[in-house]
């Protein structure tokens, strides 16, 4: 299938590389700063490239800290829950006795557990979460703020410019609210569209249908800038320049290895494979290590559905094993390859659970006070930051809202906090308005 | 009055009056002088006439109200006595009556229709502040009883409004349905996420918004033991001290001490907590003052809300209002109703809530233009209102770029009006032939006749009927045997026919909504199919017929509208006796069921438990005998010419489907919060459409043939921001079904479909496809819905990076260009000039030949590039332009 003539970056048909990034680019719609910025992200001119990345398990739903995270052993039965909780490496940290490998690398971790914002329902709460803004009161209305992994997208751009910036495994979840509005669509995420531990994974359209060549990839992309003349203030919506950017990227894919090197899992060892997990968890979580090894800067893994209303138990035993194993291995992982300090894990959802159960032996939705976990990128493991009440419930001490959860990972990867950019009618809107980066946890 | 017009000669420089488009010097005493003498006159006036959108008022603009407001000013300074007579300022209410504690919000306009907020700018004084107090916001508070006056200076003028203060025994107490559960709406406490939420929160659950106040009673003195309320101590009551966090609440602090809300939950503790009465005056309605306004950019509106109750009285609500904009971009709105506009023109509302009713305030900010744009849009637009003399559709549009201040961009070339029509009726690019024949023919006509000519074509009911096929839900997926397919081409076919035999569009749906019988021999009844529970039924026939979004009103009466549940199973009830038997179910949607009205079935509210009768939205009960079947009471309701809902939708979609937007936008979301943009030419269009029997070939030909449909897409500085107004021609992306199509007619080579029982005929478009289980990637990452809902936003066009790559890099795109028997091949092979072939390959894919630059460019190409790798990638690399993915 695939029939490339030349190595990845090597010209192929009379024009170098940087030629071609300055002949094609410009008019495939990329702006100058964005060619400026890959360009500095590609050369080695004495100064280091930022390799900071963020890697987040969605639980979309709603994940119960209480069974997890913030265990409450002391508490009545209808509080506490069915687990029992156990030793970790510090001694001042329990969890779950589903978590037995988190457990092993606590040090590694962090935990905020007093994280609050004001909405219980699916939708607007998960854009609060994730994109620090109380947005949509219904669900059918379009979110107002950009996610976080598309303000990442913007600010940072992939680190090698072939990659996707932002990447979502296997697609995007949390309501629609993994875009990127007014940043421009080209921040939206790029899905994988496949389950990684399907055993024909394949993405889409990354190799080349037969008879098609890169030399020839790189004709019709040189004709699409001369051809592709259209006024681009014609259409207000976005699409149009969209369009342009991810033609633009996707004709670097497909000229280059990188990326489908990337996405081919089965490149691994398949006893990486199988310390991570054969499941989607942990698949999912070792396809965004090689993604965010290869340049991509944020990887949100959206992975099973966590909305436990009724017989919590039966819903958890499925899900926090695979979860569980993919974050023990992937931290591991990282750590042996001297990345943990680049590559920020995130594991967050809208909200977390009723402290009490319910008449149906499940949780309910709960954003009064839940918990987050946080490691590598420069976060100190083995450190709780924020407690909640005897039972759970409210918050005890150090209140943390969505847009300072978001502001710690923007600042452990090098976004400049004072980052504004221009929402659709031209006012500048801070990224994290009245966020605090948690620096307890730095 | 005369004193006005004697004084006015010579202070007022007339010269810069201008009047509607004609913009002439005036002779000062000639008749034309007198009227811009009684513009004046009526400056001075105190008036609240909001009628600004009304077209004999267009004339008022910016630049001769500033330079008649610098006259005035010059005049009124030279008058004392008749300004006291005749007060510039515009305040209401003209008197205000509180009592201690409570407020009331001033708003203080000037201009001669009161057009500008200055509530926040003028001077405002209490001569008593211990009997009232006024803050720099306009809002007086009552101190204790007695009587004072608040002084507003504005640029030297001064009005007084009295204020009288009534002692706090002549309150009338407060009433809790109306009083005090707006409170707890304001504040959240009844919202889905806290105690609103079916299991309430805490063991404290209130009605959901509110629409129960006896339950929230109960819930608030009686449950809990009581221990919820303290009346001999208020300030210690649970709910007081949790609202305020004095006392740990999960929902964090909703309330402080200072706020109005506080003091009047507080009040109510304090004097004896009464319960919901029926017989005590009821909450009627509110109103918000203004209720329209022309505004400028970057500018502030105070808003003023009164609320009326069944007994007659009123009283201002302003501070306990949820305030909400319908375009974030243009408008935002404070929570005490202080809207301030962006720099951004254009219409917008602002939703004013309170105590479960409704008022909308509507708002169009212009251009700011100079002078000279003003004249230029002025005689630009007397022009066009010229040509379009037999169009009243057309003079509602221009129309509306005249009050707007918006100067329509120049008509569309022949080549691009061609191509966008044909993709727009038929689905389908117009060959080289076509193009060429419709640039050369000369006739007058020659954009009506081409237009006609489309509308007799097959593809034209292809493509309306994938577009209803859509909407009507009918899902191929789930299944996969011969027998489903049967349905869904059956189904398929039949709305094809009707919509090719131009079936009038009220029998359309009446064949729909009570088709009965075996599926295999009335096809609509195969709606039935994915339509099978009663809410299926009802957001259905809501979103799809008649317009509206209704799902709320399932749980709980809508919030921004007002339909309640009594309205949602009232509708449901219609489908309850809805019965289906026989099948073949070898999959979760069995097929080919006999559709039948059983003998019984009936609906209960949620709440009361009462049996709902089969109703009309928003209408009265149908009188049913014993065996009728609802659904035709229904249908003939629906198509009753004076229906408020089936023509309004189906014109609306229409014009959104030419026009890439509703007039209402979304076009299922039509309610008083989301007004239409231009209500004049949707209800004009409504008429026409009910008045040519439905006839839905005519609206299409009225839309085509429109002034905004002929514009160019190209904005230039006069209509740049335009997006509401059809000022031009917004482009949208082809749609997936057409995009493959055009590639698939530009190549020579139809696509292979395979789906179900096995392949389509050879030739077979995507625009034939009878239902979505044709597994194409293109069609998927391009936006095919899954016609899970009646929502045609299901269909969505945003940019994807798997779209980018299934053009660069696709089996399909590669094969088609490939393919031995397609025009790639057959260009290459033939004994042409270069240049020939290349603008042969610009008119096919363009419907344009190649500019001069475009034509070296390509030659230059193909000298140097393998034969047949040549033309591919040039054709692939015009496949991949804007100028042919997107209709424009």
Known sequence: MLSLTGSAYKNCDGFTRRNFLQVGAPLLGLGLSDILRSESNAKNDGTPVNRKSLIVFWTHGGMSQQDTYDMKPDSPPEYRGMYQPIQTTQSDIIVSERFPMQAKVMDLLAQVRSVHHENGIHAPSAHWMQTGFFGPTLARIAAQRPSFGSVISRAMGPWQRQMPAYVTVPKSEAFGYQGSVYLGKSHNPFEVGGNPNAKDFKVPNLSLPGGLTVKNVQSRRFLLGKFDTLRRDIDTTEVMDGLDTFKARAMEMIAGERVRKAFDISQEDPQLRDRYGRHQYGQSALLARRLVEAGTRCVTINTGYWDHHNEIEKGLEEHLPPLDRAIWALVDDLKQRGMLDDVVIYCSGEFGRTPLMNGHAGRDHWSNCFTVMLAGGGIQGGRVVGASEKHGGGVKERLATPLDVIATIYHALGIPLGTHYEDSTGRPVSIVDAGRPILELM | ?888
């Open chain 2, 1 to 888: 009055m005369a004193c006005c017009r004697d004084r006015s000669k010579p202070a007022v420089s007339i010269e810069h009056v201008s009047l509607g488009e004609h913009h002439q010097h005036l002779d000062p005493f000639s008749s034309e002088a007198s009227v811009a003498i009684d513009f004046l006159r009526r400056f001075t006036v105190h008036s609240r006439c909001n009628n600004l959108f009304a077209p004999h008022l267009r004339w008022v603009r910016t630049a001769p109200v500033f330079a008649v407001a610098v006259g005035l000013t010059a005049l009124l300074y030279t008058d004392r006595h008749a300004v006291a007579e005749q007060p510039l300022l515009d305040v209401v209410p003209d008197k205000v009556r509180l009592f201690p504690d409570d407020s009331q919000q001033l708003l203080i306009r000037i201009g001669d229709q009161a057009q500008q907020d200055v509530t926040d700018q003028v001077t405002l004084l209490s001569r008593d502040p211990k009997i009232a107090a006024i803050t720099a916001q306009g809002t007086v508070r009552g101190r204790q009883p007695g009587q004072t006056v608040i002084e507003i200076k504005w640029d030297g003028q001064t009005s007084e409004i009295p204020v009288i203060v009534g002692a706090n025994e002549q309150r009338p107490p407060l009433r809790f349905s109306s009083d005090i559960v707006p409170v707890l709406t304001k504040l959240g406490c009844n919202s889905g996420g806290c105690h609103g939420k079916a299991t309430g929160q805490g063991q404290f659950k209130l009605s959901l918004l509110g629409f129960d106040p006896h339950l929230d009673y109960l819930a608030l003195v009686k449950q809990a033991r009581g221990r919820r309320l303290f009346p001999s101590a208020p300030e210690r009551s649970l709910l007081l001290l949790k609202a305020t966090a004095q006392m740990p609440h999960g929902g964090g602090r909703r309330l402080n001490i200072l706020d109005d809300d506080y003091r009047i939950l507080k009040q109510w503790i304090a004097t004896g907590s009464r319960g919901p009465n029926p017989t005590e005056a009821s909450l009627e309605r509110i109103e918000v003052t203004p209720q329209r306004q022309t505004l400028k950019p970057e500018s502030r509106q105070q808003l003023l809300v009164t609320a009326y109750y069944s007994n007659g009285e009123s009283q201002d609500v302003t501070r306990r209002t949820i305030y909400q904009s319908n375009q974030q971009e243009l408008a935002s709105v404070s929570k005490s109703g202080r809207i301030e506009t962006t720099s951004q023109p254009g219409l917008f509302s602002v939703m004013a809530r309170f105590g479960g009713k409704i008022a909308t305030f509507h708002a169009a900010v212009p251009y700011a233009n100079d002078a000279q744009q003003q004249q230029q849009i002025a005689s630009r637009l007397a022009s066009l209102e010229v040509a379009s003399q037999d169009s009243r559709f057309d003079r509602l549009l221009i129309q509306q770029w005249r009050q707007l201040g918006i100067l329509p961009s120049a008509a569309a070339a022949d080549h691009k009006f061609i191509r966008r029509v044909t993709i727009d009726i038929c689905g389908t690019l117009p060959t080289r032939e076509e193009v060429e024949a419709y640039i050369n023919d000369k006739s007058e006509d020659k954009r009506e006749q081409l237009i006609n000519r489309l509308l007799e074509r097959p593809e034209y009911a292809n493509y309306f009927a994938l577009k209803w096929a859509d909407i009507l839900q009918n899902r191929g997926s789930g299944y996969s045997t011969s027998k489903q397919r049967t349905g869904t081409s059956l189904f398929s076919r039949w709305i094809r026919d009707s919509i090719g035999e131009n079936k009038p569009y009220d029998q359309f749906v009446t064949e729909i909504i009570t088709g009965s019988g075996s599926q295999l021999e009335n096809p609509p009844t195969i709606w039935h199919r994915h339509v099978r529970t009663l809410p299926d039924y009802v957001e259905s026939v809501a979103q799809a017929f008649l317009g509206v979004r209704i799902q709320c009103a399932q749980c709980h009466h809508h919030p921004f509208e007002r339909w309640s549940q009594a309205d949602y199973y009232g509708l449901a009830a219609v489908f309850s006796r809805v019965g289906r038997k026989g099948g073949f179910a070898d999959a979760e949607v069995p097929t080919n069921e006999t559709i039948f009205l059983r003998d019984t079935g009936t609906v209960l509210h949620p709440r009361t438990q009462e049996v709902i009768a089969p109703r009309a939205l928003g209408g009265p009960d149908f009188s049913l005998e014993r065996y009728d079947d609802p659904r035709i009471h229904l249908a003939r309701w629906m198509t009753q010419r004076d229906n408020p809902f089936l023509a309004r939708t189906m014109v609306n979609r229409l014009w959104a489907h030419f026009m890439g937007r509703g007039i209402i936008h979304p076009i299922d979301d039509a309610r008083s919060t989301n007004p239409p943009s231009n209500p004049a030419l949707l209800e004009a269009l409504s008429q026409d459409f009910v008045e040519h029997g439905y006839d839905i070939k005519h609206t299409i030909g009225i839309i085509c043939n429109s002034l905004a449909y002929r514009l160019d897409s190209a904005p230039h500085d006069l209509n740049k921001h335009d997006r509401q107004t059809f000022a031009r021609f917004y482009p949208r992306r082809l749609t997936a079904e057409v995009l493959l199509d055009a590639i698939s007619q530009v190549l020579a080579v139809p696509t292979e479909f395979n789906g179900g029982p096995g392949k389509f005929p050879a030739g077979t478009r995507a625009i034939e496809l009878p239902d979505e289980n044709v597994p194409v990637h293109f069609l998927d990452v391009f936006g095919r819905p899954a016609r899970d809902s009646a929502c045609e936003c299901e269909r969505v066009d945003s940019p994807a990076l798997s779209q980018a790559l299934e053009l660069v890099n696709s089996e399909l795109l590669q094969s088609k260009l490939s393919a031995k028997e397609g025009y790639v091949a057959k260009l290459a092979a033939q004994k042409l000039a270069t240049e020939q072939k290349v603008a042969d390959v610009f008119l096919r894919t363009f419907g344009r030949n190649p500019q001069s630059g475009e034509l070296d460019t390509a030659i230059q190409f193909l000298k140097d590039a393998d034969p047949i790798e040549g033309y591919r990638s040039l054709i692939w690399a015009l496949l991949a332009t804007n100028e042919f993915m997107f209709n424009h």
